[in-house]
Antibody
Framework: EVQLVQSGAEVKKPGESLKISCEGS????????IGWVRQMPGKGLDWMGF????????RYNPSFQGQVTFSVDKSISTAYLQWSSLKASDTAMYYC?????????????WGQGTLVTVSS | QSVLTQPPSASGTPGQRVTISCSGS????????VFWYQHFPGTAPKLLIY???QRPSGVPDRFSGSRSVTSSSLAISGLRSEDEADYFC???????????FGGGTKLTVL
């Protein structure tokens, strides 16, 4: 069974750093792009970008380029989303999702989400 | 403002048929397959419909998808209380080389 399990909720102060995780299981982790998606409070979903776990090749939505960093640890089938200096506007739910390879590019499996709250 | 437009809410009584729309433009929905997801808050969203009208194995045939040129619809027939969830649509955007989503529709079973 394919599963993406994300790390737990975080409460941080502006200016702090943060790294959240997404662990894949039930499939060959290095063979599928992992996407990151943001959902701000009361808003829709925003695609942030993709990372290829095989070689850490990352593709960022221009709206998020320079604001976040994707990384991966293949040895533990885990992808990461990282901020070096959080802002209050980073408060949101963050989802990872696997990009399908069954003839289409949309997500086929999702993580349960990680709530990030940034407040002084 | 989401790229794809969905009604923020929908409702129906048990046994009814409800539809949820997802509209876009010639640059996204018109040329792409639409995907639908069911999301219970606090859990992982689940793929419900892919390529406009295909159901993954395990998805009941009460759920169906259809489309016109610049919009897509998710229909749920024989509505059940356990269908109360958020539903959102997604398409691949070639210019972005990424995903664009609808704003989501909260379905209430009265």
């Amino acid at each position: 069974e394919v599963q993406l399990v994300q790390s737990g909720a975080e409460v941080k102060k502006p200016g702090e750093s943060l790294k959240i995780s997404c662990e894949g299981s039930g499939y060959t982790f290095t063979n599928y792009w992992i996407g990151w998606v943001r959902q701000m409070p009361g808003k829709g979903l925003d695609w942030m970008g993709f990372i290829w776990p095989g070689d850490s090749d990352s593709r960022y939505n221009p709206s998020f380029q320079g604001q976040v960093t994707f990384s991966v640890d293949k040895s533990i089938s885990t992808a990461y989303l990282q901020w070096s200096s959080l802002k209050a506007s980073d408060t949101a739910m963050y989802y990872c999702a696997r990009r399908s390879r069954d003839g289409y590019n949309e997500p086929d499996f999702w993580g349960q989400g990680t709530l990030v709250t940034v407040s002084s | 403002q989401s790229v794809l437009t969905q009604p923020p809410s929908a409702s129906g009584t048990p046994g009814q048929r409800v539809t949820i729309s997802c509209s876009g433009s010639s640059s996204n929905i018109a040329s792409k397959y639409v995907f639908w997801y069911q999301h219970f808050p606090g859990t992982a969203p689940k793929l419900l419909i892919y390529r406009d009208d295909q159901r993954p194995s395990g998805v009941p045939d009460r759920f169906s998808g259809s489309r016109s040129v610049t919009s897509s619809s998710l229909a749920i027939s024989g509505l059940r209380s356990e269908d109360e969830a958020d539903y959102f649509c997604a398409v691949w955007d070639d210019s972005l080389s990424g995903w664009v989503f609808g704003g989501g529709t909260k379905l209430t079973v009265l």
